[in-house]
């Protein structure tokens, strides 16, 4: 009977040695949770904004043209001869100058070959023969005769004087950009992560640049625009400035010259130097108004010219301070990714 329950004992400690046995039998593992590498640093880098810059102001003076008090002090004294028969100081003085700029016999033969009808193309369309044409101007070029003519400053735009073509915009000076995204240096998983997440930090930046530079863009492609849709209006309104000015000069020359003529006897042999005056300062008048308005016509696409150039130069310093603000955060960035690099042997892979 011992005997039995001495098996049933050595059964009982088999079962139980197995069942040890069996849970301590080498298993596979089902899964391993992947390592992840964390690098700090790389979403911290981010560009400044940006906002367009407003292009510098261009300054514009307009052509002017000053009416000489001298002439109109002998435009009064022939207006007054009617009534008085008296041939005032003023205008035995501009008689006098006159004959200081022509010789009388000189005076007698320009003022002869001015029929009425040379007189009434001159005043109509302004054109002369090219002689008499350049007769007049030697004869208002005469200092003497200086007091008499109306004085002119040019248009100016940015303080220079505007008479001749217009000059080429500013070059563009842009910095260049270096951005470069890294490959992956070995098969350490660790620094392979490392510049994964530099890459990704950089394709932001890249994203980030894209979208700035657009908006600069856009911006001086708007101004660009106004700019561009302002010179037509400009030239389009010179007539309208000068249409009167010549309407004055022509309206004053015909009152001298009908004051002479009603007044020529008493006014003898003054009468041929001052009706070369009167022929001379219209001349001289519609010269000025003619090359007034051409000035004042290239100015118009001076100005363009100026604002373009200025908003040239304020889109390419807002593109260059993004860039520059790239290659600062580039650098940031590499900088980042050398210290991470160093530092995977301290991340469990690596060293």
Do not use: W
Request: charged share 15%.
């Amino acid at each position: 009977m011992k005997t039995a329950k001495s098996n049933i004992k050595l059964l009982l400690y088999g079962f139980c040695l197995a069942a040890v046995l069996y849970n301590c039998k080498t298993k596979d593992v089902d899964s391993l949770t992947p390592f992840t590498y964390t690098f700090k640093g790389f979403t911290d880098v981010k560009l400044p904004d940006v906002t367009p810059t407003a292009p510098a102001a261009v300054s514009v003076t307009a052509a002017s043209v000053t009416s000489s008090t001298a002439a109109a002090a002998v435009n009064a004294g022939i207006s007054s001869m009617s009534a008085t028969g008296v041939v005032p100081a003023a205008v035995q003085q501009a008689a006098t100058d006159v004959n200081k700029a022509i010789s009388p016999a000189a005076a007698s033969q320009l003022s002869a070959s001015f029929t009425p009808d040379v007189i009434k193309t001159m005043s109509t369309t302004g054109a002369l023969p090219a002689d008499l044409k350049a007769q007049l101007t030697t004869l208002s070029s005469n200092p003497a005769l200086k007091a008499y003519l109306p004085t002119f400053t040019l248009p100016s735009v940015n303080g220079k004087a505007v008479g001749g073509r217009v000059g080429v915009g500013a070059d563009n000076n842009l910095v260049a950009t270096v951005v470069t995204a890294n490959g992956v240096q070995d098969d350490d998983a660790c620094k392979a992560a490392a510049t994964a997440a530099y890459n990704t930090a950089l394709a932001s930046l890249q994203a980030t640049q894209a979208s700035q530079t657009a908006a600069i863009n856009a911006t001086y492609t708007q101004v660009q625009a106004g700019i561009a849709a302002e010179t037509a209006p400009c030239k389009a309104g010179l007539p309208a400035k000068y249409t009167p000015l010549r309407a004055a000069a022509q309206q004053a020359f015909d009152a001298g010259m009908a004051g002479l003529d009603a007044n020529k006897a008493v006014l003898g042999n003054f009468y041929i130097p001052l009706r070369l005056l009167y022929l001379a300062a219209l001349a001289d008048a519609n010269d000025i108004f003619t090359k007034l308005q051409a000035a004042e016509t290239t100015a118009c696409d001076a100005i363009g010219a100026a604002k373009l150039a200025n908003a040239q130069a304020a889109r390419d310093a807002d593109l260059n301070k993004i860039n520059a603000n790239v290659n600062s955060a580039t650098a940031s960035l590499k900088a980042t990714l050398a210290k991470a690099t160093a530092s995977c042997h301290n991340q469990g892979n690596g060293g």
